[in-house]
């Protein structure tokens, strides 16, 4: 994976055991862009393997994938960062669309809106639950998203100005939240989601999801940050 001088584009991929995975998801990234896997603990030689496959390699060996992701942030230097599942669910190689839409000023956040691609891809318990949120964020933001998703796009130091500060499965969640507080026009792109290679940590397990659902609770009872977070207001 070439890396160019001035890097536009840096994608953050969280990263527990997803040797399976990795090839497939840093091959579809594109080759101007840089891949920073976060190493959260793996165990299966991930880090070797993103190495050895031209990625960036950090580590945070607190769990969490806020912890991760952030982590990946504030490694990131480009003008524009993404986010991506690093399990093969989801395709890198989409994101430059989404990259688009900010970069032309039309949006400040895009979202992923993921579209199972067969029962598999997405148990029933996790689209409920997923679905129950996206009606709190609507009635909390005014929002009219379906889904919140780990596929995203944004400025790079905007995004670090909305100080997110949760570490755990929150995170997704707090950043659509405080985006919203500060005015950023935020969309949804439809996204096929296939089933993950290698076995869920998180969602893919009922005591996942509701420790997924106990975090994001926890985030939608924080106080509306009314001021607006540098460089990112404008109409949703």
């Known amino acids: 994976m070439a890396r160019q001088n001035a890097v536009t584009v840096d994608v953050v991929l969280a990263c527990l055991n997803e040797a399976r995975a990795l090839s497939w998801v840093l091959k579809r990234i594109p080759p101007t862009w840089r891949a920073i896997v976060v190493d959260n603990g793996s165990s299966d030689g991930s880090s070797a393997i993103a190495a050895a496959l031209g990625a960036t390699v950090v580590y945070q060996p607190q769990r969490g994938f806020g912890a991760a992701c952030h982590t990946g942030l504030l490694a990131a230097e ?7 599942d690093c399990d093969a669910s989801l395709d890198p190689g989409l994101l430059p669309a989404f990259v688009q839409q900010v970069a032309n000023g039309t949006r400040n956040l895009v979202l992923g809106r993921r579209r199972p691609q067969g029962h598999a891809a997405w148990p029933l318990h996790t689209r409920a639950a997923n679905l129950a949120l996206a009606q709190m964020v609507r009635r909390r933001t005014g929002l009219r998203l379906h889904d919140l998703g780990p596929m995203r796009a ?11 500060t949760d570490r755990h499965s929150g995170y997704p969640l707090q950043m659509v939240l405080r985006a919203a507080d500060a005015g950023w026009r935020v ?25 997924a659902v106990h975090d994001m609770r926890a985030v939608l009872t924080e106080p509306p940050r009314h001021a607006p977070a540098s460089g990112g207001a404008g109409a949703r």
């Open 154 to 164: 944004a400025r790079r130091k905007p995004l670090i100005g909305l100080r997110l």
């Open 78 to 84: 480009a003008e524009f960062v993404c986010f991506c």
């Open 187 to 211: 969309s949804e792109v439809d996204v096929p989601y296939v089933p993950r290679a290698g076995k869920s940590k998180v969602t893919g397990t009922l005591r996942g999801t509701w420790h």
